[in-house]
């Protein structure tokens, strides 16, 4: 049995397409937290915000973050669970977390082709890649502190998966 291994960073680093391919290689479940929060919700995170705000979104998050750590699996999160301490204790003394570092002109190149942009509902009334250079060096701290790991994402996802592949194996070495 292990414990879980959260994915961290910003939005467009890759957390959701490294969270599935990860999971298949370790054998494990895959859980990302905003898909669980849009199916208990029953309306995309873009159509809640706009309804009830940031203040309520972030409480909701909360919520499905404490109920699906279970062992074996890996949690895909959003990029602003890192914001609330009580996330940030919770992820890294119930497993293994790991953020995947990316640099802001290549999150920028990502989210500008991403098809699923509109579901990501600006954070500061700016458009997402104008707000994102004051995004990451508000979130960045914080990152930092809840991670036991930093993968350098600006390569391929199975690459990514190898290197996540690798630093877990040493936890397990000196464990
Ligand atoms: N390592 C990568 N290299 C190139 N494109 C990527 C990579 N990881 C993700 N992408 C692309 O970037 C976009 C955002 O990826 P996603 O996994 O949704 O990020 P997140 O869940 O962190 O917001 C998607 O269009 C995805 O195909
Ligand atoms: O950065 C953020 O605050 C958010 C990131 C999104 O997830 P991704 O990081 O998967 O895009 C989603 O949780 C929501 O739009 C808020
Ligand atoms: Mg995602």
């Known amino acids: 049995m292990s ?3 959260y994915l961290i960073g910003a939005r467009g680093c890759g957390k959701t397409t490294v969270g599935k391919l990860l999971a298949r290689q370790l054998d494990y479940h895959f859980c990302d937290t905003d898909q669980q929060l849009q199916q208990h919700l029953e309306q995309s995170i873009a159509d809640y915000v706009e309804q009830y705000g940031w203040e309520m979104f972030r ?11 279970s062992n ?5 999160t959003g990029g602003g669970i890192i914001l609330r301490e009580d996330n940030r204790h919770h992820m ?3 497993g ?6 990316v640099d802001h002109q290549i999150l920028v190149e990502r989210l500008t082709a991403d098809p699923e942009i509109g579901q990501r509902p600006t954070l500061t009334g ?3 890649t104008e707000e994102l250079y004051d995004v990451l060096q508000q979130r960045t701290p914080l990152y930092q502190q809840a991670a036991h790991h930093v993968i ?5 996802p199975e690459k990514i998966v190898t290197d996540i592949l690798t630093a877990l194996s040493h936890d397990a070495l000196t464990a």
């Open 3 to 5: 414990f879980p291994v």
């Open 59 to 69: 409480q909701q998050e909360h919520q499905t973050l404490t109920a699906v750590a």
């Open 72 to 76: 074996n699996t890996v949690v895909a």
């Open 92 to 94: 890294s003394h119930s």
């Open 96 to 101: 293994t977390v790991i953020w995947l570092s």
């Open 126 to 128: 700016r458009p997402i």
């Open 152 to 156: 350098d994402a600006n390569q391929p």
